[in-house]
């Protein structure tokens, strides 16, 4: 039993990995065919839009000739001057040497109308797409088998069907199956209840030994199972076609044909216990015919929808195709996988053992790496890239204690959260605001009178006199968050005269502002709030350590 890499059921029983790579190699040709094609294309562009040029330079030239030398007159006249019939001779010389040569090009441009050869590349796309074929099957490929015998031999083939795909092959048939097939080489032992002809005419029904019958034409479908069988294996003789539907015991039929195979009387349904060799027989042909296709098979046709694959205009469709059928399942591989870099799956080996198969998610982008990036990226969308496999695929995917850690905020970013804080404080609903201490009353500035002297250099002694200085009014005490220790604030000194007055705030708001210990001081951050806000605030707040002051303005 397969499994994904963390144990669930795997949708299909085989090696899958190998089909994997097969077909990231099978759709890299196709696209490389592709890419080959466009190539072609671009050059037979280039080449009709240079063609077209030089058709153009052509009549540019011819005109420029005429300019130069229409002026002399030229004439073809024997009186004529001789500058005349120069004039004419050089006239006419490159007149024919530009159409011998526009010729030529006109031909070329005819050459180049049509499409590219584009038939290497094609055979390129199916050698590609055969390989996988002839060694894979998609998920839920239907198959259908015929084996025919004949004086001449035996041929068989087989078809495909899956997704857009359909596939007909060429199977190699091997001993006993290059002629007809004995039934007692296959299964020996077999008895049957079958209708065999009277001599006076009419069928009965006589038990027979299906040992010495042969086995002259099989085919195989997913709803049913059709044997044809004759008495004798040795020479031409009548026989029976036995109808058997899969999923339906009871479903069993037979009627007796002649040596040419045209039906005799009427079909007859078979109990289960009538039905019970036939269906043996069965098992033994379909275990026959599972080891001739594994083993030999030759893709003859492939459709993809409903164009053979060399009537498309692109082979990249075929291996979109191809990609559309297994990309959901290389997704889930992907995102089932443990180890990061890798697709793989388990498989059970009995005995309480498990076989790991795998492959590196760079080894596989190493079969498409070469080709262009938008083909490239036909891949890259199913995740087989070699970019770090996501959370969701990698080995602690269900691990969320990545989750609690919490990033530092940078220099800008404190003050954006500082910010945030104030806005969420004031949006907070009825929450208690603290009472506001009463301020000092203002201290009216000192008078000159009451200054102190000023104290001289220590080298230099004190002049004679000084003459007064005028001095700016005291810068106002900072104030610092609410909720400290700190004393009260005190009111600011009222502006000089000549300071226009502050523009007054917005009714009901305080402006505020936040600077940072590891911001520069010029980079500080003003957002409005409502009065009430600043009280709410917090001294330091627990989610912005950083903070060292909120001041208003």
């Known amino acids: 039993m397969y499994r994904f890499g963390d144990g669930t059921p795997f949708p299909i029983q085989e090696n899958f990995i190998d089909t994997l790579v097969a077909a990231v190699e099978a759709a890299a040709g196709t696209f490389a065919a592709a890419a080959e094609i466009e190539e072609r294309r671009d050059k037979a562009r280039e080449a009709r839009k240079e063609a077209e040029d030089d058709l153009r330079r052509f009549g540019q030239m011819e005109g420029a000739i005429e300019a130069a030398v229409l002026p002399h007159r030229p004439s073809s006249d024997r009186a004529a001057a001789l500058p ?26 005819q050459l180049l109308a049509g499409e590219p050869r584009t038939a290497r590349a094609m055979e390129r796309a199916r050698a590609a797409l055969a390989a996988f074929f002839e060694h894979h099957q998609l998920p839920d490929t239907a198959w259908r088998h015929e084996w025919r015998a004949s004086g001449a031999g035996a041929t068989a083939e087989a078809t495909a069907h899956a997704g857009r795909f359909l596939a007909t092959f060429d199977v190699d048939v091997a001993a006993p199956w290059t ?38 034409h099989v085919e195989r479908t997913p709803e049913r199972h059709t044997l044809v069988l004759r008495e004798h294996a040795g020479k031409p003789s009548p026989g029976w076609r036995v109808v058997l539907r899969d999923g339906d015991a009871d479903g069993a039929t037979l009627i007796a044909v002649t040596a040419e195979g045209r039906a005799i009387g009427s079909e007859v349904a078979l109990e289960p216990d009538a039905a019970a060799p036939f269906v043996a027989l069965g098992d033994a042909v379909d ?18 929808g409903d164009a053979a694959l060399e009537a498309l205009a692109d082979p990249a469709l075929a291996g979109r195709a191809l990609l559309g059928v297994l990309g959901p399942l290389i997704k ?22 498990r076989d790991e198969l795998f492959v590196p998610r760079e080894a596989v982008e190493r079969r498409f790496a070469s080709l262009p990036p938008v083909y490239r990226r036909e891949f890259e969308q199913l995740g ?7 959370a969701t695929d990698a080995t602690d995917a269900d691990d969320d204690s990545s989750a609690d850690l919490m990033t530092v905020p940078g220099p800008r ?4 959260a500082a910010a945030q804080a104030i806005a969420e404080i004031a949006a907070t609903p009825d929450t208690p605001v603290p009472p506001v201490p009463a301020r000092a009353p203002a201290q009216p500035p000192p008078s000159p009178a009451a200054r102190p002297a000023a104290r001289p250099m220590p080298l230099e002694p004190a002049p004679a006199t000084e003459l007064p200085r005028r001095r700016s009014p005291p810068e106002p005490p900072r104030p610092v968050a609410r909720g400290t220790d700190a004393p009260p604030l005190a009111d600011a000194p009222p502006p000089p005269r000549h300071a226009a007055p502050p523009p007054p705030p917005a009714a009901g708001a305080v402006t505020a502002t936040a ?29 912005l350590p950083r903070i060292t002051q909120l001041k208003t303005a």
Do not use: N
Request: proline share 6%.
């Open 84 to 109: 005349q019939q120069a004039a004419f001779r050089a006239l006419h010389a490159s007149r024919a040497a530009i159409a011998a040569i526009r010729a030529q090009v006109e031909q070329k441009l």
């Open 179 to 216: 002629s007809v097939v004995r039934v007692g080489a296959l299964v020996p032992g077999l008895v049957a209840s079958v209708p065999r002809k009277r001599l006076l005419g009419g069928t009965r029904r006589a038990r027979l030994a299906l040992d010495r019958c042969g086995l002259v």
């Open 287 to 304: 275990a026959a015919r599972d080891a001739a296709r594994a083993s030999g098979r030759h893709l003859r046709a492939l459709r993809v």
């Open 332 to 353: 889930e591989i992907r995102a089932r996988s443990r180890v990061p870099g890798e697709l793989a799956i388990k498989r059970d080996v009995g005995d309480g053992h």
């Open 384 to 390: 087989l890239g070699r970019e770090a496999t996501d």
């Open 413 to 416: 970013s404190v003050a954006d």
């Open 515 to 543: 600077s940072t210990a590891s911001a520069p001081e010029d980079e500080v951050l003003e957002v409005t709030t409502p009065p009430d806000a600043l009280a709410r605030l917090p001294a330091v707040p627990p989610t």
